[in-house]
């Protein structure tokens, strides 16, 4: 590979649809649609530029060791993730939502709360459900799921769950409600701080054009 590739780590799905009009800001198209292709680096206009599919949840991790100087990730993926080595220069506004807390429409979590008693939480965001009810004061039994937390509440393996919403539809379809808002989401451009260091004027160009495109506070 030559030194002056850029590699850009995307996840397939709407990360991948919500930065194609930042990249097409930068001057960046890329020649191949992800959902039809089976291809996992895909080509773009720009010979010195690539786009490498890897899971939503990995692109800090690609980013953080070099596999792709540069990325795009949800900021619920990135506290995870801890954020280590990432240089994050941009909130991006795409792909938004919020990290919240939703029980079964028949529990009563106020009361739990209330009278201090434990809850079992399952959840794929344990860093962030764990902080967040040990500012609160609520003790926890923390289950680890990787998807499909709304299953939890439904079948008796946790009374709540810490996930993100963003329409409320998937909650509503399966008698959950809403009952903490934790924090609202959106996706960052993060950065190898190496590669920032030995490609800085392409890599400059890139955050920049980003910048220039970011989609106006709604
Ligand atoms: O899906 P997969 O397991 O492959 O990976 P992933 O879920 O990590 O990736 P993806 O592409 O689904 O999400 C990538 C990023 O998009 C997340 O890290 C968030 O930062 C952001 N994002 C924005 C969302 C949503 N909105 C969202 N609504 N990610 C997931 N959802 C899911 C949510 O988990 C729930 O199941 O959509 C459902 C709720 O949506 P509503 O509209 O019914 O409330
Ligand atoms: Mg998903």
Known sequence: MSSNMITLA???????????????AAGIEVLEDPEKS???????????????????TDVPTYVEYGGADIGVTGKDTLIEHGGQGL????????????????????????QVVKQGSRLKVATKYT???????????????????YGSMELAPLTG?????????????????????????????????????????????????IIDAFASAIPAEK
């Open 10 to 24: 995307l996840s397939k799905g709407r990360i991948f649809d919500e930065t194609l009009p930042l990249l097409a």
């Open 38 to 56: 089976r291809k996992l680096i895909l080509p773009t206009n720009q010979p010195n530029v690539r786009v490498v599919l890897v899971r939503a």
């Open 87 to 110: 240089y994050q220069p941009l909130d991006l506004r795409i792909a938004k939502c919020r990290v919240s807390v939703a029980v079964r429409n028949d529990f009563d979590y106020a």
């Open 127 to 145: 860093g962030i459900a764990r902080d967040f009810f040990a500012s609160k004061g609520v003790h926890v039994d923390m289950v680890k799921l």
């Open 157 to 205: 393996l946790a009374d709540a769950i810490v996930d993100l919403v963003s329409t409320g539809n998937t909650l509503k379809a399966n008698n959950l409600i809403e009952v903490e808002r934790i924090m609202d989401i959106s996706s960052y451009l993060v950065v190898n701080q190496a590669a920032l260091k030995l490609k800085q004027a392409p890599l400059r160009r």
